[in-house]
């Protein structure tokens, strides 16, 4: 029934691929190997791992990868070529791959951009010291994605950092050696730590945004408020990556490590671990397990393959959800599935807080004029129809709803929804950010805006059912007499500001009907924060 249902969905977006809506690769679903046993590794755990897939349902359920991590690194040869590590791949490497494989599922490696791994620095772990690609790439995409015939790459940054390499041009170069070496395509996972820059999605198809996840609710939060604001830089088959789940660790062998290290600040209750998964589904970050799955508890595999929460993560649009509410401690966040522009759309409703929070979310803030039907996902059942979705939520829980009705035009769209050419989280000064802000809807405003040519907002997707002429205000704050340029589909306009303070700028611009791009900004003057775009028809 759970394959049935991930066919149907995949049968629902291949039918918006016939509407004229590309269908893209969903993230990737899977195991890896770091979290329950780090570089303490060997081939039968990993074809433990891979039969655990089967026998516990989670491959029918769309877990599809199987990832070794670092650990499995022996020797390079007098050529150069990495030879696995003799006791913990006795019989070499390529049999592993091939058994993965026999079971109808892909197989993942590991490496890093420099020199040695994370594990030869963290865990003192002297195989890892050369093991990285650096100066030996030719030679490892031969080896791990001919020879060893792998799918799939995460790659570290350890090595990367201590050598001071540039980021982009490191895996930029790696990409290209890949792309020219392996006998396939091979996705990249760039495990950078924040998000590098718009020029990942060239390498990727995910990449980290945040450090290594620890299985605790307050990790869980950070890993998600690192990925609060990057909508519009996922999408197009390459996701943000809020690194693998903490999931399945109540009582399993693998808990003593994570307990000596933690203590009492460990493990995450089954409702956590619902919110945990929620909250993953609805970002679309990869869903990749990492716990030990020879004791991963029932409860928490009845969490991770609930069909309709998969198909949230597994849409084949490929988009992140954005917020649209944010009152207090909790937030509301919305993404289109199935279609863009029309049909349903995915509403969560997220509390990271310590307390309860009760949310009123009305129909129009969603994207629909009157009432709305609504499912709850996590409980897999109808609500009825409403015109306001009003709902308790407790501490440390999030929710996941389809929501139907009559689609409107949207006539807010945010600051922290648009793209920026160069944005970045490597490097801070003088580059856009999306941040708190006195007086902004939502509490966060993008500052640092404009000046310079790739500096300025973007909405990609502002949708029009019919066109015409509107009236935009540009809610902004910058020096006085500083000007504004509004750019509709190439089409500008220019007026100056007048305040300080977050205030309306004002003007009129011709829409045409379905979808239109739309820029703010000023190539030459930094405008100190955008807070939103107002949208009105002109009368």
């Known amino acids: 029934m759970k394959r049935l249902f991930l066919y149907l969905s995949l049968a629902v977006a291949l039918s918006a691929c016939a509407d004229r809506q590309e269908y893209v690769r969903p993230p990737l679903m899977g195991w890896n190997s770091w979290n329950a046993y780090m570089v303490d590794i060997s081939d039968s ?58 079971l109808g599922m892909k197989a993942g490696l590991y490496s890093d951009a420099g020199h040695n791994t994370c594990g030869s620095n963290y865990n003192k772990d002297p195989h890892g010291l050369g093991a990285g690609l650096w100066q030996h790439e030719v030679q490892d995409a031969e080896r791990y994605f001919n020879d060893w015939d792998f799918d799939f790459i995460k790659i570290d940054w350890c090595g990367g950092s201590k050598l001071g390499l540039d980021v982009e ?5 790696i990409r290209e050696i890949i792309d020219s070496v392996a006998n396939k395509h091979i996705d990249i996972n760039v495990c950078r730590w924040r998000y590098p820059g718009t020029w990942v999605s060239k390498v990727g198809s995910s990449w980290r945004v945040s450090g290594d996840i620890r299985p605790n609710w307050p990790s869980i939060c950070a890993m998600i408020e690192k990925n609060l604001y990057l909508s519009a830089y996922a999408g197009g088959g390459s996701y943000n990556d809020m690194d693998m789940m903490v999931v399945g660790y109540n009582g399993g062998k693998d808990s003593a490590f994570w307990e000596d290290s933690y203590g009492s ?13 929620t909250m993953w589904c609805a970002l679309s970050s990869p869903l990749l397990i990492g716990c030990d799955l020879t004791y991963i508890p029932k409860e928490t595999i009845d969490i991770i393959t609930n069909p309709e929460l998969v198909a949230v993560n597994q849409d084949g649009l490929g988009l992140q959800s954005h917020i649209i509410q944010h009152d207090g401690a909790g937030y509301v966040f919305v993404k289109d599935v199935e279609k863009r522009f029309t049909g349903p759309r995915a509403l969560t409703l997220y509390n990271p807080s310590d307390s309860v929070v009760t949310f009123s979310v009305p129909a129009e803030l969603m994207g629909f004029a009157g009432e709305v039907a609504v499912r709850d996902l996590n409980q897999r059942k109808d609500l009825g129809t409403c015109e306001v979705l009003e709902m308790t939520m407790p501490a440390h829980s999030a929710k996941l709803f389809k929501v139907e009705g ?53 909405w990609r997707d502002v949708y029009m059912k019919k066109g015409g002429r509107y009236a935009v205000s540009v809610i902004c704050a910058a020096e006085p007499g500083t000007e504004i340029v509004l750019s509709v589909n190439g089409q500008e306009h220019r007026t100056a500001v007048v305040s300080e303070e977050l205030d309306a700028v004002n003007f009129m611009a011709e829409f045409k009907k379905g979808n239109n791009v739309v820029t703010v900004g000023n190539p030459s003057v930094m405008i100190q924060a955008v807070d939103a775009i107002l949208l009105t028809p002109a009368e």
């Open 45 to 102: 755990i990993i074809m433990n791992a891979a039969d655990m897939m089967i026998a516990k349902g989670l491959k029918d359920a769309g877990y599809d990868h199987v990832n070794i991590d670092d650990g499995y690194f022996g020797y390079r040869d007098s050529l150069g070529y990495m030879v696995p590590h003799p006791v913990r791949f006795p019989k070499g490497m390529k049999h592993v791959p091939e058994y993965i494989h026999s």
């Open 169 to 173: 041009q490191r895996y930029m170069r």
């Open 265 to 277: 600040n460990f493990g995450l209750t089954y409702a956590e671990e619902e919110a945990h998964f």
């Open 406 to 458: 009559t689609r409107q035009d949207v006539s807010v769209y945010e600051g922290e929804w648009a793209y920026v050419e160069d944005f970045t989280r490597v490097r801070q000064k003088e580059i856009t950010k999306y941040e708190e802000y006195p007086g902004a809807s939502c509490g966060v405003a993008a500052t640092s805006v404009g000046g310079r040519p790739s500096g300025n907002l973007q």
